[in-house]
């Protein structure tokens, strides 16, 4: 766990060096291989399956290449010991700590996908972020994997608070450069705490709170792309089933494939991937270049970039119904071959295994048994060293038939807190922590599963106050930092999506969040545009018949992979929202 580098953007640098500021350890720690091989045996010999096993560390690579390698040697000479065979392993990498030597051995040793952590194409955009002269190792990360046939894709902060034109620029070139990865792109968010948050907070009056602060980025101009480029890629890059996750999906199910089943049908399969991918690379390339076209022109003329952005949009959703049928069609052949009967080794369990899946099976008797004693305390267990699977959540490996709704893809973050751009109701996401009795308008019940150790209650009123945040100036530092006198819930007590304030001096100021509802009577959908409270103005699309105008229509479809878009226009921007024909 932990990192060594310095991002300003991180919260991940930020939780462990204020952790270790109030009392905590060290910055970066690691288990031994024996003990992670140890809990990889017992997980795969209770799935009594090859498995696929996803290291959720901060960095699954160490600083020195040559570490790194010894260490998953180890690990795969102790899963040895223990009679375990093929599996697969995903992981997390910074690209200065990837080698070709590197690549090469992991890929022999199982790896198949590396989130890799370029974050910003630009060297200015990179040194903004503190992700130091980083460029030629980002180039090596990528070549590097491609050429191990280990899968790669990666998210691009091309806005942050100084970036310039020529920094976008210099991304889109970088995609461009390395169209066979995929990617996503979005802005840098000041998460609460880190670098970022606390520079931001004395450059300018942050809007938001601690579940999204919103900031306005230096240049005018690319604070002006980064609206255009919110409301073009609105569903492409934001959306959970949107074109951008699930396209960073189809290199990683080929390569489950090759790795599990092989043969040459998994490597057609393989070409195919590669050949979507760097078609809806290049395709989000060109898109954010025309962006960039209407970024350039004069800011004063809002009609004009209002006009041309929701021109934009509608193209870009109208290309992502093309990539959607394409998806659909690699996805399902993927599905077929994984189908197909294949002939996979089972694992063969060593004593030692046996061994130590009778001391996992003692230890959890024993736990039950203490859990049964009334003695009304609530005690949190340490946690195991060898892989207990007893009282222990894990994260299933995932479906390795390349089931790409299966796949959980973490998007990124939206205009920090703007409500979700999709209409797929089948996104699962992770219900807000309960608030130990905090009044967030949900009651998880007596029955609700989770234990929650609440904060202690202070002893009287006054003790209460010292909660509250102080609002004389005796609560600031002299630099203008906030004094940690911070209430519990800081500002909104209320964790659902909230639509962000802009600036008004630029136009797209406060784009609307539409949203469509739909029933079917018979061969004709019913649609009609919710969410949208101000007066506004439309125009739909589709391959189909559209009858009608305005916020509710009549929509004939082309065919099942056909869909419909709108455009919906507002005094504070545009917005354009879809529909597959699939889902209604």
Known sequence: RGCWGKCNYCSIVAFYRDGRDHGGGRLFRMRTPENVAAEIALLQHRAGTPCIFCFHDDNFTLPNPTRTLERMRDIRAALDEYGVGKVAFVGKARPDTITPELAHGLAELGVIRLYVGVENGSQSGGDNLRRGTQQDHVRTALRACREAGIFNCYNLLIFEPKATLEDVMANVEFIRDHADHPVNFCRAEPYHGTPLHLEMSRAQDLGGS????????????????????????????????????????????ANVLRRFYGGKRADELSERARRLTRAISLDSAEFLDRAIDIAQGAASDRERIERRTARLALEVAAADRVWHEELDALYDDMNAYANEPHELVATTPTRKLLKLAQHVAIGGAIAAIGAGCECGMVVDPVPDSGGMDAGMVVDPAPIDAGVDSGMVVDPPPPDAGMMDAGTDAGMVVDPAPIDAGMDAGFDAGRDAGMVVDPPPSPPDASAALMLEE??????????????????????????????????????????????????????????????????????????????????????????????????????GGVAVVTLRASAV
């Open 470 to 571: 102080a609002e004389d100036d005796a609560a600031f530092t002299e630099d203008g930092a906030l004094k940690r006198r911070l209430r519990l819930a800081d500002q909104w007590r209320d964790s659902a999506p909230q639509n962000t304030l802009r600036t008004d001096d630029l136009p797209l100021t406060d784009p609307p969040s539409p949203r469509l509802v739909a029933r079917r009577e018979e061969e004709r959908v019913l649609v009609r545009i919710d969410g949208v409270r101000d007066a506004f103005s439309t125009r739909w699309e589709s391959d189909g018949a559209v009858e009608g105008d305005g916020p509710e229509v009549a929509w004939t479809p082309a065919s099942d992979v056909d869909h419909i878009r709108v455009a919906v226009r507002t005094r």
């Open 210 to 253: 601690y579940l999204g602060w919103n900031y306005r980025i230096e240049d005018d101009q690319a604070e002006l792309l980064f609206r255009i480029s919110a409301a073009a890629f609105r569903e492409r890059n934001f959306a959970p089933r949107g074109v951008a996750n699930r396209y960073m999906g189809i290199g990683y199910a």
